[in-house]
């Protein structure tokens, strides 16, 4: 078992496609993640991205977009094991509690991290969309939008 092993979600109100154009982008991997190197594993395009990660830890990391309605569940799994600088290899996982501790703070770190990041993005891409308000020009599945010429069919008076 990883050192660092966290799942988050996040819904974002914005089309697959430029999502998944930010998440292949290299230029934002280092903000979002600054303390490892990344190597794409598998461009999943639409879906999203999986990486190898080596540096300051070594593991994966991925991020998988799922359409959900109007947006973007943006999953993002990490499974990470600090790297020990001495030898250049994944540190075993603490046994003794302060050791525990450490690895416990170093995950919630990653965590808030992460979610700086993805809310980060999340107000980037809606912004000037009122909350609670669907993405311009999308309509759901099998529903045609509103003819506006139309008229309200009247009814006969009583």
């Known amino acids: 078992m ?12 914005v089309d697959r496609p430029t999502l998944a ?14 303390d ?5 594993f598998m461009d999943r395009g639409l879906d999203g991205v999986r990486w190898s990660v080596s540096g300051g830890s070594v593991g994966s990391l991925e991020i998988w977009l799922e359409e959900v309605g109007d947006g973007v569940l943006v999953h993002h799994y990490a499974r990470l094991d600090p790297v020990d600088p001495a030898s250049g290899t994944a540190r075993p996982l603490p046994t003794d509690l302060a050791g525990r501790r ?9 965590a808030r991290s992460w979610k700086r990041s993805v809310w980060a993005l999340k107000d980037e891409l809606e912004a000037g969309r009122e909350v609670g308000a669907r993405r311009p020009g999308w309509q759901p599945a099998g529903v045609a939008p509103p003819d506006r010429g139309a008229q309200e069919p009247r009814t006969a008076p009583d």
Do not use: K, Q, Y
């Open 2 to 13: 990883p050192a660092v092993d966290l799942v988050d979600e996040t819904f974002v109100v």
């Open 21 to 34: 154009r930010i998440v292949a982008d290299p230029t934002r991997w280092a903000g979002w993640w600054p």
């Open 36 to 40: 490892v190197s990344l190597t794409v």
């Open 102 to 110: 450490r690895a416990a703070r170093a995950r919630a770190a990653r």
